[in-house]
């Protein structure tokens, strides 16, 4: 393994992986995490002023934290728009939008819907202690033709439950789906594709674009946000309204802006 060592200014580890965009890491200890991508994986530390990586995919590693993008600007632009940003901006400024595989985004956020963070992970890491391909750290998240070739009855005993059906559908499409095409579309046809996958709604699909195509012009709204809208932005909107609304109210900033609101809200709530 190589070891590097990044700034901490604007990273924080725990805050990047407990924001709801990644399923597959382990807490070891108070500092340290496993992380795990595709067939990849890294040891992830937080140190008093610094984050130490260790991994056989460095490069790999460095894109997937987005260590190449300033985010210091990004937590000065959004802290000055309102009171509220600048709460929630300071709650969660270490996140950072991994750049994470497009297709395991697709299978997670499926498995995501109507589900919680914790039952999520242990279906992702069933899923992939069975049909991954062995690697010296565990289990690499499936081969599509390996979630195709698995019967739905496969899905329903993992716990995936109405899930189950979609799980198999879409990894059936995506065997001839130009999925990675999709990078070149803009934002709303891009969605519109995704949005014909079984299992894909709009909130899925624009977790989708936002973790797995890194598109900052989306805002996944679930019932957190709903809270968030109602306690701070009230302005009579139906409820799928809000990711229209939050997108024209903070443009390309939104898909960021949303971790914030989200990772606030579920720490603090009404108390914020």
């Not at 002023?49 to 987005?66: G, W």
């Not at 959004?78 to 996140?95: E, F, L, N, R, T």
């Not at 059936?172 to 070149?184: A, C, D, H, S, V």
């Not at 701070?232 to 997108?247: M, N, P, R, V, Y």
Request: charged share 20%; with cysteine.
């Amino acid at each position: 393994m190589q070891t590097f060592l990044v700034s901490a200014n604007c990273f924080n580890v725990q805050d990047t992986l407990e924001c709801g965009q990644i399923f597959r890491y382990k807490q070891i200890d108070a500092n340290t995490f496993h992380v795990f991508s595709q067939n990849k994986f890294a040891i992830v530390r937080q140190l008093p002023n610094a984050v130490e990586i260790s991994t056989d995919h460095p490069d790999y590693f460095r894109h997937f934290f987005d260590l190449q993008t300033d985010y210091q600007s990004k937590v000065d632009r959004i802290s000055a728009m309102s009171p509220i940003m600048q709460k929630a901006v300071q709650c969660g400024k270490g996140i950072r939008i991994l750049n994470q595989d497009l297709t395991e985004m697709v299978f997670c956020f499926i498995i995501s819907a109507n589900n919680n963070i914790k039952r999520i992970q242990t279906i992702v890491e069933r899923l992939c202690n069975a049909l991954g391909e062995p690697t010296p750290y565990g289990r690499a998240f499936p081969t599509v033709q390996a979630m195709a070739n698995a019967p739905v009855e496969f899905y329903t005993s993992i716990g995936a439950g109405y899930r189950d059906k979609f799980l198999k559908q879409t990894a059936q499409k995506l065997l001839t789906f130009p999925l990675e095409e999709l990078r070149n579309l803009p934002t709303d046809e891009a969605r519109k594709q995704l949005l014909t996958l079984p299992g894909v709604g709009p909130k899925v699909a624009d977790c989708i674009l936002l973790f797995g195509m890194h598109r900052g012009d989306v805002f996944p709204v679930d019932t957190w946000l709903k809270k968030v809208y109602h306690a701070h932005f009230e302005a009579g909107h139906k409820d799928t309204q809000l990711s229209a609304f939050f997108c024209n109210l903070f443009g390309q900033d939104a898909g960021l802006c949303q971790q914030y609101l989200f990772y606030y809200q579920r720490k603090y709530g009404q108390n914020g």
